[in-house]
């Protein structure tokens, strides 16, 4: 018998590491596609922070060209929601696995031709009309590539790593943080007329590396276990979209509200703050990144961390705490983000990414798929992201600029934060529960 069982048992055993490395495998294709996906849509929030108000927008005061900047960066987070629903509608019907291969393309082709635009000086209007093309390609693109790459993560993990999977493609955006900022960190370095002249240009052009290498990565992946279970039982909907708004309603907009929290928190720290440090604080484009540099690298450790705490306390507390946590930290944080201390302008950059971030972005893959059936579930996320960010993300550094111009302090910004923090504890809380839960 002995005899007999060994063998047996050495194949399942050899079947169930398979498993695990292709679980693994997975995660690592979404982060990396994530990443440089990050990478390119980020690299333009830096550029508007830094250079596009004086390259596109020559022609108006610092402040007006700064919003008119944060304006295009707007566009295409406004786009996302429309990527959301072109490409949750075809994940949906025809996999996961295709429509992350495209989006990755797609935005690759909008930050290389972003990298080789002319300027105002060249063409005039012209200039800024191509600039928001491309930034709402850009946008399209990412609006179809989180959603997916989330449901690729959780549907491949078993039931007891699921946050911990899903946080992978998570992770991708510190990555992306760490090479958009690293990369701007190095090309400012450049005297100040080379780095407007072609030093900014640099990081968008190196993205084309990236993409080869995310879509080569990407097309070695296997479909989602669950589609290929919708596909065999035919439940695929023929209008995602419409099949969520009318049955799934209620967790789409909870989606939305969980949401809003963080992606707000991130968009303000990422683009606002670094805009607010060189051009009311007086810090240099150095030491603003290096202070971003400094949170995302600490971000890549505590992500999975908080998605290990997620499959261990449940998807949906850990979200709430993060809410909560958020609300009672973000006038502090933001005070600090103001005082004109770069210490305490590091350090709170350094708690609101490394702390309160994660705590709300690591569990996101397993309780936004707990909400929604697969055959509509890249929709539904998506969907439901996308409109957050689309709010949140997209009109955060606007309404935090329109904030302190108006208050002459950054307090507000805080308070503003401080809502959407208990917004998204509530709405987390009325969720449905994941497995573990």
């Not at 679980?23 to 830094?50: H, N, P, Q, R, S």
């Not at 959301?84 to 996999?95: A, K, N, S, V």
């Not at 989602?224 to 023929?238: D, G, I, L, R, Y």
């Not at 201390?341 to 590091?346: D, E, G, K, M, R």
Request: aromatic letters at 10%; a positive charge; proline letters at 5%.
């Amino acid at each position: 018998m002995n005899s007999i069982a060994s063998p047996l048992q050495a194949q399942a055993a050899t079947t169930v590491e398979r498993k695990h490395q292709s679980v693994w495998k997975i995660g690592a294709a979404t982060m990396v596609g994530t990443a440089i996906e990050a990478f390119d849509f980020l690299a333009y929030g830096t550029a508007a922070a830094l250079v596009f108000n004086k390259l596109f927008f020559p022609n108006f005061d610092p402040t007006v060209g700064t919003l008119a900047a944060f304006g295009t960066f707007a566009s295409g987070m406004l786009a996302r929601p429309l990527g959301g629903i072109i490409f949750g509608h075809y994940g949906d019907r025809l996999g996961r696995k295709s429509m992350l291969t495209l989006s990755l393309l797609l935005m690759g082709i909008c930050t290389v031709l972003i990298g080789l635009l002319p300027t105002y000086e060249s063409i005039g209007l012209w200039a800024a009309v191509l600039l928001v093309l491309l930034r709402i390609g850009q946008g399209l693109s990412f609006g179809g590539e989180l959603g997916g790459a989330m449901l690729m993560a959780v549907e491949h993990a078993p039931p007891k790593w699921k946050s911990l999977v899903g946080s992978m493609p998570q992770m991708g955006a510190p990555i992306g943080v760490l090479l958009s900022s690293g990369a701007f960190a190095l090309v400012t370095q450049l005297p100040e007329a080379s780095f407007l002249s072609w030093g900014w240009r640099l990081p968008f052009l190196a993205s084309a590396v990236l993409i080869v290498l995310g879509v080569f990565i990407r097309m070695k992946v296997q479909e989602s276990p669950e589609f290929m279970q919708v596909k065999v039982h035919q439940k695929t909907a023929a209008l995602p979209a419409r099949e969520v708004v009318v049955a799934h309603l209620k967790p789409l907009l909870l989606t939305i509200g969980g949401k809003l929290a963080e992606v707000t928190l991130i968009y303000t720290i990422l683009v606002f703050s670094i805009s607010y440090a060189t051009s009311r604080l007086g810090f240099s484009r150095s030491d603003a990144l290096h202070a971003l540099i400094a949170g995302s690298t600490v971000m890549v450790f505590t992500i999975p961390a908080s998605g290990w705490l997620a499959d261990k306390v449940g998807a949906r507390r850990l979200y709430v705490f993060g809410g909560l946590l958020l609300a009672v930290m973000a006038v502090p944080l933001f005070q600090a983000i103001g005082s004109g201390s770069l210490t305490a302008y590091t350090v709170a950059m350094v708690v609101a990414l490394s702390i309160n971030y994660p705590l709300m972005f690591a569990p996101q893959s397993n309780l936004y798929a707990a909400q929604f059936p697969a055959e509509l579930r890249y929709s539904g996320i998506s969907i439901g992201i996308q409109f957050a960010a689309a709010i949140g993300g997209g009109l955060a550094p606007i309404i935090a600029a329109t904030l302190v111009a108006k208050y002459s302090s950054i307090v507000p910004v805080g308070i503003y934060v401080a809502v959407l923090g208990v917004v998204a504890a509530v709405s987390a809380w009325l969720m449905r529960p994941t497995a573990n839960e």
